[in-house]
Nanobody, 123 residues
Framework: QVQLVESGGGLVQAGGSLRLSCAASGSIFSINAGGWYHQAPGKQRELVAAITGSGSTNYADSVKGRFTISRDNAKNTVYLQMNSLKPEDTGVYYC?????????????????WGQGTQVTVSS
């Protein structure tokens, strides 16, 4: 089995910074892609940052220049550095990872979600 465990959320004042971590554990061959999603209170979950297996990144317009997604393959961990936080960044942040696992000598990709971590930005 594979687990994604998120950490790093909390309460911060506007303009502050937080660093979220998403650590994958279990039977993992590779992390092929990762993404961070934001779900504001009463709204749908939306993608804010993504990173591919080769390290290419993509960001939602609302976080460009403020958030940075990165990965540490040796630690099977994806990070989200959040700077210049705004009250509208408040919500639950979920990590998603596309993970390769071997079965009968072949690698298959599976999508996994973390449990979410709360970020609250006060004005």
């Amino acid at each position: 089995q594979v687990q994604l465990v998120e950490s790093g959320g909390g309460l911060v004042q506007a303009g502050g910074s937080l660093r979220l971590s998403c650590a994958a554990s279990g039977s993992i061959f590779s992390i092929n892609a990762g993404g961070w999603y934001h779900q504001a209170p009463g709204k749908q979950r939306e993608l804010v940052a993504a990173i591919t297996g080769s390290g290419s990144t993509n960001y939602a317009d609302s976080v460009k220049g403020r958030f940075t997604i990165s990965r540490d393959n040796a630690k099977n961990t994806v990070y989200l550095q959040m700077n210049s936080l705004k009250p509208e960044d408040t919500g639950v942040y979920y990590c998603n990872a596309i993970i390769g696992r071997t079965t009968m000598g072949r690698v298959y990709e599976y999508s996994y979600w973390g449990q979410g971590t709360q970020v609250t930005v006060s004005s």
